[in-house]
Structures are given as C-alpha cells and as structure tokens.
C-alpha cells in the first residue's frame, strides 16, 4: 500500500536548522509530487510547497523562501524538507503528503508527521 | 490573500446528518477537497473534486457544490466521526494551495 513514513520528532534551538525526511513507498516514487505541510499546536493546516520527485524541481511558499528547501533521493525515494533560521513560531507538525501529478494540488495520502520544537 | 471560511464547530446527534460548508470567492472555478483529522492523527482525505469519494471512505461522507460555496454532509454521524475538519483548495490561477480554518464536529 501507498505510504509516507517521516522521521523522529526534534528539538532545536532558535537560529539552528532542521532537516525532516519523508520515505514514500508502494508506487512509483517518481510520478507523483510530494507537498510539505505544517501545523502548529492547536492551529490549522498550513501548505509549504510542492517538489516533484521526477526532475526535483520545486515551489514554495513566499512566507518560507529563503529558509525551506526541499530535496528528494530518487535511490531510496526519500524527499527531505530543511527549514533555516528557525524561530518559536516555527514549532508545528510538519507533514509531507502526495499529490498526483499537475493542477489541482491536493493530498492523499499524508505521512505520520514530524514534530519540530524549537526552544532555547 | 485568497481565503476559504468554515464555522469553527458544528454539533449533531449520533444518527443525525451533519453539514460543514466552506466558502469561497474562487471555489466556483477550483475544486474543493475535504479532510478529516482525528486527535495526534494525521489528516486523511475524505472527498476529492468536490463530490468523489476515494475508495475506503464510508458512503455517509459526501460533497456538493453550489457557487461560492461546499458542503460537507455527514449522513448518519457516527460517535467515530469526531474530529477537525478541513477544506482545501486553490486561488483562481493555481497559484497557491489554501486551507480553510477547520471545523470541530461534535457528536452528542
């Protein structure tokens, strides 16, 4: 079956960076996009961006340009999300979901979710 | 910046129907889609383009369209059907993905 399965939670310190993983497994990991979503406690869901697993172009959100950066391995079908300069408000569930390739975007179906806190 | 509107909750009682409706100026012209979240759970899609239902979703969940608004329609609300509820869609040049607030269903 299709599955997401992302890293352990973390902790960080404001300023430091974090690097979050997400192994797709169950379909061809190159024909469909993978999103990154966020939620912090207690909040909404919250759409990062989108990288397409086949050439490893991406797009992101104006909010997080210049401090997300999303990357994929197509060896072992592993996309990664790396959020910079993490401040307090960064704290959140991060997800990463799939999306079938093209427009609309939309999810199905999600990873478990990685939990970043940053603290100091 | 485009934005989608949901009641923040909505009650019903066990067997009766639900309906959470999400607004929005550009949901004429983009699909909607429909999650729902369970407490420490990730969210798992409900409905697709607007009415289509993937498969494993049970037939009580459902999803209809008419202008600027959908609805969500919970027939029969079962005490497992606790949980957030969010729409989702797109701005009218598929620019950015947008979600609606979330709406707490309450069976009681």
């Known amino acids: 079956q299709v599955q997401l399965v992302q890293s352990g939670a973390e902790v960080k310190k404001p300023g430091a960076s974090v690097k979050v993983s997400c192994k797709a497994s169950?379909?061809?990991?190159?024909?469909?996009?993978i999103h990154w979503v966020r939620q912090a406690p207690g909040q909404g869901l919250e759409w990062m961006g989108i990288?397409?697993?086949?050439?490893?172009?991406?797009s992101y959100v104006q909010k997080f340009q210049g401090r997300v950066t999303m990357t994929r391995d197509t060896s072992t079908s592993t996309v990664y999300m790396e959020l910079s300069s993490l401040r307090s408000e960064d704290t959140a569930v991060y997800y990463c979901?799939?999306?079938?390739?093209?427009?609309?975007?939309?999810?199905?179906?999600w990873g478990q979710g990685t939990l970043v806190t940053v603290s100091s | 910046s485009y934005e989608l509107t949901q009641p923040p909750s909505v009650s019903v009682s066990p067997g009766q129907t639900a309906k959470i409706t999400c607004s929005g100026d550009a949901l004429p012209k983009q699909y909607a889609y429909w999650y729902q979240q369970k407490p420490g759970q990730a969210p798992v899609l409900l409905i697709y383009k607007d009415t289509e239902r993937p498969s494993g979703i049970p037939e009580r969940f459902s999803g209809s369209s008419s202008g600027t608004t959908v609805t969500l329609t919970i027939s029969g609300a079962q005490a497992e059907d606790e949980a957030d509820y969010y729409c989702?869609?797109?701005?009218?040049?598929?620019?950015?993905?947008?979600f609606g607030g979330g709406t707490k269903l309450t069976v009681l």
């Open positions: 989702q869609s797109a701005d009218s040049s598929y620019t950015y993905v947008v």
């Open positions: 169950g379909y061809t990991f190159a024909t469909y996009y």
């Open positions: 990288i397409k697993p086949s050439g490893g172009s991406t």
């Open positions: 979901a799939r999306g079938p390739p093209g427009t609309p975007y939309w999810f199905d179906p």
